[in-house]
């Protein structure tokens, strides 16, 4: 699978450059929280990282870069697991790719039942949220921490309709961007393995833009994009 996946590069250990953390025993195997974390601010800079899940159907979960003002990164993302896996983040770096991960215990994510009805679903499907939090540092500091909530129902081709018992065709969201102003703040190329009703929250370096702009697309072509300022939640 690492052939596939990086090629002949052999990841180093991220010796902390990087930590990923997620719940031993998962509550929800269709939503796990997975954390993407560097400890500090003199930690190496990312620009790219995969998010891995060994056990799913598809086991890169999400392809991710990053804009300067999100390190040092701290990233949370909710991802679907299918059976007991590593779960592993492999982060580039200007010394080469490194591998951080751990254990998870959890099972049946990827074909889990939505939670609302197709119907209910596709008529809610693109709405966008977000809302700011106060981390204890922000009033010494121009770092900041935020939430972005995109309503869609991210079928994974796994998952049966309740009614019919027929499986529901794949749909997932497959792109996200978030921006403050112009630049960039990162973008996630995802698929089947990110949760439902896609959830990130991160921190970032406030570069003095009024809002955060939010653009999605889907595998069936739908794109959505959304303005917020940053200090009105939405």
């Not at 190496?44 to 979960?61: F, H, Q, R, T, Y």
């Not at 009805?117 to 935020?146: C, D, Y």
Request: proline fraction near 6%.
């Amino acid at each position: 699978m690492r052939g596939d996946i990086v090629g002949d590069t052999l990841p180093k250990p991220a010796n902390g450059v990087v930590d990923l953390e997620a719940p031993y025993r998962a509550h929800d195997a269709a939503t796990v929280p997975v954390v993407i974390h560097q400890s500090s601010p003199n930690s190496p800079s990312i620009g790219k990282a995969l998010l891995i899940i060994d056990e799913n159907p598809a086991p890169v979960a999400a392809e991710l870069t990053f804009g300067d003002a999100m390190h040092p990164i701290d990233m949370e993302i909710r991802v679907r697991v299918n059976q007991y896996s590593n779960v592993r983040v492999v982060a580039d770096t200007a010394d080469g790719p490194v591998m951080a991960g751990r254990f998870v215990k959890a099972s049946g994510g990827c074909s889990a039942p939505a939670t609302k009805s197709p119907e209910l679903a596709m008529s809610q499907m693109g709405q966008i949220r977000a809302k700011h939090f106060t981390p204890g540092v922000e009033k010494s500091t121009n770092r900041r921490e935020a939430q972005i909530m995109i309503r869609h129902p991210n079928y994974s081709g796994l998952q049966r309709d309740q009614v019919t018992q027929l499986f529901i065709s794949a749909h997932f969201v497959n792109f996200i961007e978030v921006r403050q102003g112009e630049d960039t703040l990162f973008t996630i190329e995802g698929g089947i393995s990110l949760s439902e009703n896609p959830v990130i929250r991160f921190q970032y370096t406030d570069n003095g833009a009024d809002d955060l702009i939010i653009r999605a697309e889907d595998t069936d072509g739908n794109e959505w994009e959304k303005t917020i300022l940053k200090d009105r939640q939405s």
